[in-house]
Nanobody
Framework: QVQLVQSGGGLVQAGASLTLSCTASGRTFGSMAWFRQAPGKEREFVAAIIWSSSIYYADSVKGRFIISRDNAKTTVNLQMNSLKSEDTALYSC??????????????????WGQGTQVTVSS
């Protein structure tokens, strides 16, 4: 059974750093990503790493967040620096076996983590 288990998250002050992790069990994935959803808003793309060589970020987090994964392609991390109140959201990891082209699309990913809350107080 394929599962994506997330860890990390919590409540921090603006300007602080936080790291989220997502570990896959059951198989390895060619594409892994992070999305987030704030209350009353649609789920939005945050960052993706495709086949361990192509990395993409949303403009809103570029320069502050860093996505990385281990060589075994089972864990993806999201290091979040200089957090802002607008980063407050439920963060979910996503994964797919294929080499995704449309990495920012929710529908591109077959597997999802359980979600973890990140709250940034100003």
């Amino acid at each position: 059974q394929v599962q994506l288990v997330q860890s990390g998250g919590g409540l921090v002050q603006a300007g602080a750093s936080l790291t989220l992790s997502c570990t896959a069990s059951g198989r390895t994935f060619g594409s892994m990503a992070w999305f987030r959803q704030a209350p009353g808003k649609e789920r939005e793309f945050v960052a993706a790493i495709i086949w361990s060589s192509s990395i993409y970020y949303a403009d809103s987090v570029k320069g502050r967040f860093i996505i990385s994964r281990d060589n075994a392609k089972t864990t993806v991390n999201l290091q979040m620096n200089s957090l802002k109140s607008e980063d407050t959201a439920l963060y979910s990891c996503a994964a797919d076996q294929s080499r995704i082209t449309y990495y920012a699309r929710v529908s591109s990913y077959a597997y999802w983590g359980q979600g973890t809350q990140v709250t940034v107080s100003s």
